[in-house]
């Protein structure tokens, strides 16, 4: 959860131009069901390693059903 709050945070900066900011690990948990693109790697408050950032853009219709 601290993770995901610091990523949130991220969504106020105009460089990401994201509503939705998940990490890697949330990205390969989801699978393909979603749109995304890569914002490239940031590092989180609380945390030594760098995270690989994404902006979650929509739902993919291809997966669905």
Known sequence: ???ASRLESLTK???YDAKIIISEATLN???KKYIT???GETTVKGKSKMTRIYA???MDDKSAG
Do not use: I, P, T
């Open 56 to 58: 979650l853009d929509g």
């Open 13 to 15: 900066e105009k460089k």
């Open 37 to 39: 693109r890569s914002l």
């Open 1 to 3: 959860v601290n993770v």
């Open 29 to 31: 948990k989801a699978k």
